[in-house]
């Protein structure tokens, strides 16, 4: 199943999260609610356990929440982030999760924290972006995982791509640059061999 929570409705921060069963066609389905509302949430997953990531409510959070895909109901305290943000980014392979930049309402931010997805607690320092880019999109494969495009502190757009080895912690390594600086990267998918960007704001 895919899942997908929280938001904003003109009104209100959303608590509730939908799930739709990906082998088949039809509507959304409840699923739960998140722990409080809040919206631009990141998630990370392994085969059996969703994560919902931070976001704002209004002001930026921390938090984290997860689910198990094969119990329906509402999620549960996972940890929280070294440090409160939004706007970062997070990709994960089915066993650990990463969560790179953003800004906590006064800074960016260039470090990445990472979690074992298995294991309930607090975030990790994994390594350091190479710029404090925020609105990146991610992608990842079981071993690598890519953080692209985003805009910098003087809203700048950034056309670089970075890699993370995701077993061992370390800096972030370039990889190469999208065809065109944008924030953020837009719609990504990815497979263990090739990974997928599209759309976005793009300068001038």
Same mark, same amino acid.
């Not at 999260?17 to 509302?37: E, P, R, W």
């Not at 509402?74 to 990463?98: C, E, I, K, M, P």
């Not at 997805?117 to 999109?137: R, V």
């Given at each position: 199943?895919?899942?997908?929570g ?8 959303e608590?509730?999260?939908d ?7 039809g509507?959304?389905q409840d ?7 809040r919206?631009n949430?990141?998630?990370?997953a ?17 938090d ?9 109901g509402?999620s549960?305290d ?5 440090t ?6 997070s990709t994960?392979?089915?066993?650990r ?5 953003g800004?906590?309402g006064?800074t960016?931010i ?12 607090n975030?990790t320092?994994?390594g350091? +972006?190479?710029?404090t ?7 990842? /494969?079981? !071993? %690598?995982?890519? &953080? @692209? #495009?985003g805009?910098?502190?003087s ?10 080895t ?8 370039d990889?190469?640059?999208? +065809? ?8 990504n998918t990815g /497979?263990? !061999? %090739?990974a997928? &960007? @599209? #759309?976005g704001n793009?300068?001038?």
């Amino acid at each position: 199943i895919g899942v997908s929570g929280g938001g904003w409705n003109n009104s209100s921060y959303e608590t509730s999260i939908d799930f739709v069963q990906i082998s088949t066609t039809g509507n959304a389905q409840d699923f739960g609610d998140l722990s409080y509302g809040r919206q631009n949430i990141g998630g990370m997953a392994s085969t059996t356990r969703n994560i919902h990531i931070n976001g704002s409510a209004p002001s930026n959070v921390s938090d984290l929440d997860y689910l198990e895909f094969s119990t329906k109901g509402n999620s549960a305290d996972f940890g929280d982030l070294q440090t409160y943000r939004r706007g970062d980014v997070s990709t994960s392979n089915s066993t650990r999760g990463l969560v790179g930049g953003g800004y906590n309402g006064s800074t960016r931010i260039n470090t990445t924290d990472y979690f074992t997805i298995a294991t309930i607690g607090n975030g990790t320092d994994f390594g350091d +972006t190479a710029n404090t880019y925020t609105d990146q999109c991610s992608v990842s /494969s079981t !071993t %690598r995982a890519l &953080f @692209a #495009g985003g805009r910098d502190q003087s809203n700048g757009y950034n056309n670089q791509i970075e890699y993370f080895t995701i077993s061992s912690t370390g800096n972030g390594t370039d990889f190469g640059d999208l +065809t065109v600086s944008r924030w953020p990267a837009g719609g990504n998918t990815g /497979s263990n !061999t %090739r990974a997928c &960007f @599209a #759309g976005g704001n793009v300068s001038g």
